[in-house]
């Protein structure tokens, strides 16, 4: 542990052989701790899922779906949409456990949703079958965040059955793909971190879905440019509860008042 209650660990490995490691790590999460595991994709993997999504966003139409049993594998722009629960400006590709893929991603992943699923205290396989489970599904969503206009409120989480963290893999490097803004996490003592600062490409990371975190605006000098593909990528491991589902609480945007950018 140091000063800022950030924990590193080598593996997914170490976790899903040691049961006392992660219930460690469920306590430490639920105090608002933040772990960091270790390279967990390989640098030149994610150089080639960022290729082959930049090659979709610049060759097909962005187009927005519910999320619902069965839906198809998408990708479409957010530009500060009033029907996202949080505010936000990103370019996200969003792919389902039911619709298989290139990349086959949700075996390549499957630890991290493991030890998600077992922080949270389920079966480490829920939410990975071809159907929903309590309504709720895996969805893996990769984000691009373009320099310039990239960014999310800052927002609350809602920890229920299904979560107690949503991890994200980071895919871009501070200081060489941006130089300012990125994700940040306030801590229970209000204090502000820049997990770019903290984890480098090819780390999954993990916090307190509650506590306050958002994206700070990629660059916010720059011209923006959805087709340069310059700017932040993100990989969001998320278990979503589907959108007729009323039993699970929405997230909570915490700059509802903060004035709409107009673009
Ligand atoms: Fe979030």
């Not at 966003?57 to 722009?77: A, D």
């Not at 489970?133 to 990239?150: H, L, M, S, V």
């Not at 994200?168 to 990125?182: R, T």
Request: aromatic share 12%; net charge negative; charged share 25%.
């Amino acid at each position: 542990m140091n000063q800022e209650n950030i924990y590193y660990l080598e593996s997914h490995d170490e976790l899903l052989n040691d049961p006392s490691l992660v219930s460690l790590m469920r306590t430490r999460i639920e105090a608002g701790g933040i772990y960091i595991i270790k390279n967990v994709a390989e640098k030149d993997f994610i150089v080639q899922i960022k290729l082959y999504l930049t090659n979709i966003g610049r060759n097909s139409l962005p187009n927005y779906k519910k999320i619902e049993e069965g839906c198809l594998n998408f990708h479409r722009i957010n530009l500060w949409d009033k029907r996202s629960y949080v505010q936000a400006c990103f370019h996200q590709f969003v792919f389902f456990p039911w619709n298989q893929d290139v990349f086959n991603f949700f075996e390549v992943f499957k630890k991290v949703y493991q030890v998600r699923n077992l922080i949270s205290g389920n079966q480490k396989n829920k939410f990975l079958g071809i159907e929903p489970e309590d309504n709720c599904i895996a969805r893996i969503a990769f984000q691009f965040y373009p320099k310039g206009i990239g960014g999310m409120h800052k927002h609350s989480d809602p920890i229920d059955h299904h979560q107690l963290t949503a991890p994200i893999l980071q895919m871009s490097k501070k200081g060489v793909d941006f130089k300012n803004g990125g994700v940040f996490v306030e801590t229970k003592d209000g204090k502000k971190i820049l997990l770019e600062d903290f984890a480098d490409v090819g780390d999954v990371v993990y916090f307190n879905a509650m506590l306050p975190h958002g994206v700070d605006t990629i660059d916010p000098e720059c011209k923006p440019n959805w087709l340069s593909f310059e700017g932040r990528w993100t990989l969001l491991f998320a278990i979503n509860k589907l959108f007729d589902n009323a039993q699970i609480r929405d997230a909570v945007d915490l700059e509802m008042d903060t004035l709409y950018k107009v673009v």
